[in-house]
């Protein structure tokens, strides 16, 4: 091994070595001087650094899918306010520990803003977690027959950023709707929450099966928050409809 090669090996420069030739061939051909050869070789090791960062926070945040702010059809969906998605898109919300309320009719684009939100918060460093309701309590109910919901709640706690899906499509158990009330508890002003829900507030009590733990939880939730309240028709029936799956039956007479 070159000294070079030594030296990198030293310093963990593990992206440089691959790039080094090319780096080189172009500081040549571009006349740089020291300076900006310089900044050449830490901008490459930096950009190596990250997308290897950003990929395993990717891993880490289990989401179902990746989508973006940019991939969204706003033109479909007129009643959402454009300002406020790309506020929210600036990820104050997270740095300030608030939460955002996407609600809804299914297919909407609840969930697709929803990941392109943490998408956005992994690209800047945040530790991200993705999960639906269904998962959020099976996983809590098995720590707690288990004996280690605390540290289950630790570990939900922990995510700069944690995003539930699809809250109020099933109507929880008191035992559920407790455990979520713990969850939104331990993460109140400490992290930030993301939900998507099918149902408006006012049907919140149906949804955790007691009005008292649902003006709680929303208590909690809507302190510090932003809520969008999607009206339009569902993306998927858009593309069922335009591949002809969908057609109006005529009527008989």
């Not at 007691?210 to 909690?220: M, N, V």
Request: proline share 3%.
């Amino acid at each position: 091994m070159d000294t070079l090669s030594s030296l990198m090996t030293r310093l963990k420069l593990e992206f440089l070595s691959n790039a080094l030739d090319s780096l080189c061939e172009q500081a040549s051909k571009q006349d740089q001087n020291y300076r900006e050869f310089l900044e050449a070789v830490l901008s490459s090791e930096w950009a190596g650094r990250h997308q290897k960062g950003l990929e395993g926070r990717l891993k880490q945040a289990r989401l179902p899918w990746i989508k973006t702010i940019e991939q969204f059809d706003f033109s479909f969906q007129p009643s959402i306010d454009r300002k406020v998605v790309r506020e929210l898109a600036g990820l104050g919300f997270v740095e300030r520990a608030e939460n955002v309320v996407l609600l809804g009719p299914p297919g909407v684009g609840k969930t697709h803003l929803a990941i392109a939100l943490a998408v956005n918060a992994a690209e800047a460093g945040h530790r991200v977690l993705f999960m639906s309701l269904d998962k959020l309590m099976t996983t809590l109910k098995k720590a707690q027959l288990e004996n280690r919901l605390e540290r289950q709640m630790q570990l939900l706690t922990c995510p700069r950023l944690l995003v539930l899906d699809e809250i109020g499509y099933l109507p929880m158990e008191p035992d559920e709707a407790s455990l979520f009330f713990r969850l939104v508890t331990r993460r109140y002003e400490k992290g930030s929450v993301i939900l998507t829900s099918n149902k408006s507030f006012i049907d919140w009590g149906e949804v955790f099966g007691d009005q008292a733990i649902a003006t709680a939880i929303l208590d909690r939730l809507l302190h510090h928050s932003t809520t969008l309240n999607i009206k339009g028709d569902s993306y998927r029936l858009k593309e069922k409809k335009k591949s002809g799956l969908l057609v109006k039956t005529p009527n008989k007479t």
